[in-house]
């Protein structure tokens, strides 16, 4: 007995042991089940190498008392007690399987089933695991003899007689005996229906790929063929009698019972998925798969391999499809689209789970499968050697052929293995299909421990789990990669190497549309034995993974190659794009993203250092870029060097606002595309309109000083109008302007005006000298009698016009004036003038509306460009820029009066300000703002991917797809961004018609 207060010496070895609730063990080994061995040192130690030895003391004593009578116990007892093997696979499985514990309680023989195995090296086979099921004549009898085989494979399992490989083989290999026994039953149960039919069960999935989990769907396709010469005999009537057949096998093994489930079988993997038949004839399957299947498809057919039923038929239907299956990476975007679908799936996994998914998580099990496959079918047309469905088989038979490194495969393999061995003792503990880590530090504890971690089995859990992950999220771009620099840099003599042409192979299937010249710049950025090509071998396996993400892979490699030529040996270019995390995915982001970013750079390549600032993507404010562009001015050495000077921070300015644009628009694994595209676009206008003006103040700066010094006669303004004035600038827009002056005290008027004029001239020839920069176009038509006018007015001269002769189109003009540039004081008082014919006091008359809708209509009978297709047509098309704006000015100058928020020139302002004022209902307001929006995206995206302006989409092909990836559509996707424009825009028209028309 033991004193109060007082631990026992057993409480205290059982704490040495690794039990974590001695009280409640001490309390089981005092049960009258364990009497006969409770003392018998040798079952404690065996309880304490367990991987939880309170669970399998636990499942101990339940199975002792299950026993028939005391006879049986005592047999049991001594038994396990006298024989190690025994004592080692039971304990073993008790102290890591509650469910298998469970088994063995509702059928106490079947620990008998441990005493089969002796010898370390037994590996069953199918024949094996179908002579243990032979006797199950009904389904709950094939439930019962299922588990007791799958007590052996985990008893060899948690023991270390078989490794993870093999025990997924075995598992595999009962899965095949188990679908033949169903598939007898049924038969049995339907001799008719067997007597009709073929029928071949092909196994999918890991079941096909001898690699199956504790728990998992058992993914299948069945076939099925009419008997020949059976008696009406009828293809129809044969396989309607094979779906029957095929239905029963699938209940037998997925129904539940008080026997448990098998596994579920899941036939989603067939021609249509759940809305296809489920048995079809060989013809069928074949039609299918050579006009409608996808690439993921074929992808799936890498594990097919006939298991149960009539095994002909079954690698009948192999031998039609692999040809197939080995031509899938000839197929158009087959690499997008097979990383498109592992996209997807990780995007799927709910945000709570994503740090816990073991198989779905970025470095999980399924990005080695991935890769691995990827790999297997680009070169696998050429090398039947890779023709396997097994994940590590076919990784061992990549690195033998030099399409991975061996040390690459190696380190992949391990983690490959320590990954599946986590998934399978996580679902071997309930028999549940999960693959999420638990978080209860119990789980965790025997988790670790069923790993051999007994040190610290929590803290080295997570410590080599996360390793392993990291392995694999480093490795799984890399396999694709480093075998191409390989081939180029021939820096290791003896080791397997890709061919050129293998290279070539791979670098087509990832996109790239010029293989050779592809390969020819990885030469020349990764060959030698400097410094500078050591850090390019290091950085191209994930920069090439980046620009094959991209739509012109070509075009990202091309300019990071003239890039890394121009900035090479400049000694932070590589040591930036190293240790800097985003920086190198930015600089491929952009390089890869079309024309305009990427010809930026390459006129002024240090600022790829922008690319690596936490901060450098963030645009410079108006005032700031302002202050830059005219102390820049100041130190120039004429009127011309003045001009380049401020046009040098203009390119610069304009790459940081693509490289922000381009970034925000993709996304990047540390920042996440933007997800408010009007945050984009407003951010461009912004960027454009500020650089633009600051660029326009030191050309003003620079005509200036040129003739007149700091003192010029007369007061001189630049108005910005148009999208200018509403900071709503494009790439590729022009900045219309007003110029307006008033001369000093005791200036002669005319004087003031030719020293206006001359000012003019001259900012307008400085701005149009020749140079590869994007062009600063200044369009002054917009002034009083536009060209036939002069273009530049005094103060004094606008206001008279404006009183005597000003237009309608002429106050809808104005809605968007604001000072930019010269005079601030003069800016200001222009705006005092022209505030009244913007916002005349009560509104417009309905005159002024009628005119106002009559110039709109012949705007858009008149000015489309010839066949240019008006659903497409960003500017002047259907529910595009024009018809928004149009709107939104006719109830700014009808309200502005009254509604102080309509005094913008901003278009999204004022909107949201004429639905606050209740001018326009919420759901036709939002209408037009998404028409403006995207009209305006697809203009900047136009000018980004061409590096020319434009109203409408291209129509090249690779074009096309950029602008898709820049407006967030997957590869091949096209078409949906084609249809979705057309539908919003068509929203916007009818609600344009219906508030601007009146209709």
Not at 602 to 611: C, G, K, Q
């Amino acid at each position: 007995m033991t004193v109060p207060g007082r631990r026992s010496s057993t409480f205290t070895r059982l704490i040495r042991h690794g039990f974590t609730d001695p009280a409640t063990a001490e309390r089981l080994l005092d049960e009258e089940a364990l009497e006969p061995v409770r003392h018998d040192p040798v079952l404690l130690d065996a309880l304490g190498a367990t991987a939880d030895p309170d669970l399998a003391l636990r499942g101990l004593v339940r199975l002792a008392e299950a026993q028939e009578d005391t006879a049986r116990r005592q047999e049991f007892l001594r038994t396990l007690v006298s024989a190690k093997p025994l004592r080692d696979r039971l304990l073993g499985v008790l102290g890591a399987s509650e469910a298998l514990a469970d088994h063995l309680a509702r059928h106490p023989g079947d620990w008998h089933a441990l005493l089969t195995y002796e010898a370390a090296d037994l590996h069953p086979g199918v024949a094996e695991f179908e002579h243990h099921l032979a006797g199950a004549d009904d389904p709950d009898a094939l439930r019962v003899a299922y588990r007791r085989c799958l007590l052996s494979i985990s008893a060899r399992d948690v023991c270390g007689t078989t490794d993870v490989a093999e025990t997924a083989a075995e598992l595999a290999d009962l899965a095949t005996a188990t679908l033949r026994a169903a598939l007898a039953i049924a038969r049995r149960a339907a001799p008719e229906d067997a007597a009709q039919c073929r029928l071949a069960v092909i196994a999918m999935g890991k079941c096909g790929g001898h690699e199956l989990n504790y728990v998992s769907d058992v993914d299948v396709i069945f076939v099925g063929e009419a008997v020949e010469g059976a008696e009406g005999a009828d293809e129809a009537k044969a396989m309607r009698a094979a779906t029957r057949l095929a239905s029963h096998l699938m209940r037998i093994c997925s129904d539940t019972t008080v026997e448990g489930t098998i596994w579920p079988v899941d036939a989603n993997l067939r021609p249509e998925g759940r809305n296809g038949p489920l048995v079809r004839t060989l013809s069928s399957h074949v039609a299918y798969y050579q006009r409608w299947a996808k690439t993921w498809e074929f992808q799936a057919l890498l594990k097919a391999r006939p298991v149960a039923g009539d095994l002909s038929l079954g690698e009948e239907y192999v031998q039609a499809l692999a040809p197939m299956v080995w031509q899938a990476a000839e197929r158009e975007n087959f690499v997008p689209d097979v990383q498109k679908m592992r996209r997807r799936v990780v995007d799927n996994i709910p945000a709570g789970q994503v740090d816990r998914e073991l198989k779905l998580g970025p470095g999980g099990l399924r990005d080695v499968e991935f890769a691995v496959q990827l790999l297997q079918l680009v070169h696998g047309r050429s090398d039947a050697s890779l023709h396997s469905g097994t994940t590590l088989e076919a990784l061992r038979a990549l690195a033998a052929g030099g399409y991975v490194g061996r040390a690459d495969a190696a380190q992949l393999d391990e983690a490959y293995r320590f990954l599946r061995t986590m998934e399978h003792r996580i679902q071997l503990h309930r028999l549940r299909r999960t693959h999420l880590v638990p978080t209860d530090e119990a789980d965790l504890r025997r988790l670790g421990r069923s790993l051999g971690l007994r040190g610290e089995p929590v803290t080295e859990l997570q410590q080599a789990w996360r390793r392993y992950a990291s392995v694999v999220r480093r490795l799984h771009e890399k396999l694709f990669y480093r075998p191409l620099l390989d081939a180029v840099a021939q820096l290791a003599p003896g080791e397997a190497r890709l061919s050129p042409r293998a290279a070539g192979q791979r670098l087509q299937a990832l996109g790239y549309a010029d293989p050779v010249g592809a390969l020819r710049h990885l030469e020349a950025l990764s060959s030698g034995v400097t410094r500078k090509a050591a850090i390019q071998r290091t950085l191209l396996p994930v920069l090439l993974g980046w620009f094959a993400d991209s739509a012109d892979p070509d075009a990202g490699l091309l300019g990071f190659r003239k890039v890394s030529d121009a900035l090479g040996k400049t000694p932070w270019y590589l040591r930036l794009l190293r240790d800097e995390g985003a920086a190198a995915e930015n600089l491929a982001r952009v390089l890869s993203a079309g024309r305009l970013a990427p010809d930026l750079l390459l006129r002024a390549p240090e600022a790829v250092a922008i690319l690596g600032d936490p901060k450098g993507l963030t645009p410079r404010t108006r005032e700031h870029l302002e202050q830059e562009v005219l102390a820049a001015v100041g130190r120039a050495d004429g009127a011309e060097a003045a001009v380049a000077a401020a046009r040098g921070v203009r390119r610069r300015e304009l790459f940081r606002t693509t490289a922000a644009d381009i970034i925000g628009s993709y996304g990047t694994e540390e920042s996440p595309a933007e997800s408010d595209p009007g945050a984009l676009v407003d951010r461009v206008g912004q960027a454009v309109t500020g650089l633009n003006a600051a660029t326009i103040a030191g050309a003003l700066r620079a005509a200036v000083r040129a003739q007149w010094g700091d003192e010029l006669p007369t007061r001189f303004a630049v108005i910005g109008m148009g999208r200018f004035g509403g900071h709503e600038l494009a790439y590729g827009s022009d900045a219309d302007v007003l110029f307006v002056h008033e001369p000093r005290e005791g200036v002669d008027e005319q004087e003031a005006a030719r020293a206006a004029n001359r000012i003019v001239t001259e900012m307008r020839r400085l701005l149009q000298l020749p140079t590869s920069d994007p062009p600063l176009l200044i369009d002054a038509d917009l002034r009083p009698e536009g060209r036939s006018g002069p273009l530049v007015r005094s103060l004094k001269s606008y206001e008279a016009y404006y009183r005597r002769w000003s237009l309608v189109w002429e106050s809808q003009a104005l809605l968007r004036a604001e000072p930019m540039a010269g005079d601030p004081d003069l800016g200001r008082r222009f705006i005092e003038l022209i505030d009244p014919l913007r916002y005349p006091v009560e509104g417009l008359g309905d005159d002024a509306v009628r005119e106002i809708r009559r110039l709109k209509a012949r705007m858009e009978s008149e000015r489309m460009p010839r066949g240019a297709d008006p659903t497409l047509h960003t500017k002047l098309g259907r529910g595009g820029l024009s018809d928004v704006e149009w709107t939104v000015q006719l109830l700014q100058m009808r309200h502005g009066w009254a509604e102080p928020g309509l005094r913008t020139t901003r278009t999204r302002e004022a909107l949201r300000a004429a639905h606050a004022a209740g001018l326009i209902p919420t759901e036709e307001a939002q209408t037009l703002d998404d028409a403006w929006v995207l009209a305006s995206r697809v203009r900047n995206g136009v000018m980004l991917v061409r590096g020319r302006a434009g109203d409408t989409f291209p129509s090249d092909g690779r074009e096309l797809a950029a602008m898709g990836r820049y407006l967030g559509y997957d590869e091949g996707h096209v078409g949906d961004m084609l249809d979705d424009y057309r539908r919003i825009t068509r929203r916007a028209r009818a609600v344009m018609e219906d508030l601007f028309y009146g209709s």
